[in-house]
């Protein structure tokens, strides 16, 4: 039995298999899965388990070459954009249209679904390599 690092055996190993620039969505309660898009539904009540918590568990394991959000965040919920931009202050962030966003949900290779009951608490990460 894994000790430390992501515990989730299903996250772990969608983690696992990333490859370079492939991407997961961490998502509110509220995105929509895309079709064939598989689910890992964390989701226990409403803010259980919350987006920077799984954010934070899951940064802790990922290589992240980028984070992509969606532009509306930055009105809806200033707290989130703030969190976003400290936590990936050293990586590129993208913003783009929400729906431009739930667009490119249909590529991930998961979509991992928190609790988290706020407008625009969703964000892509984008698989770096690392090499040391």
């Known amino acids: 039995m894994k000790k430390q ?9 969608i983690l696992a298999d990333l490859g370079h620039t492939d991407f997961i969505v961490v998502a509110d309660i509220g995105l929509p899965v895309p079709e064939g898009v598989p689910k ?4 226990l009540t409403p803010g259980v388990p919350s987006f920077q918590e799984v954010v934070d568990a899951i940064a ?3 290589e992240i070459d980028k984070v992509i959000i969606a532009e509306e965040i930055k009105l809806e919920n ?10 990936f202050a050293e990586c590129p962030i993208e913003a783009m249209l929400h729906e431009q966003f739930k667009s490119l949900t249909r590529r991930a ?3 991992i679904r928190t609790g988290e009951a706020k407008p625009y608490a969703n964000c892509i990460l984008q698989s770096g390599v690392h090499f040391g």
């Open 5 to 13: 690092g992501m515990l989730n055996s299903h996250i772990s190993k």
């Open 40 to 43: 890992i539904d964390l989701a």
């Open 60 to 62: 802790e394991d990922m």
């Open 78 to 87: 200033q707290e989130t954009a703030e969190y976003i931009y400290r936590k």
């Open 109 to 111: 290779k998961a979509v």
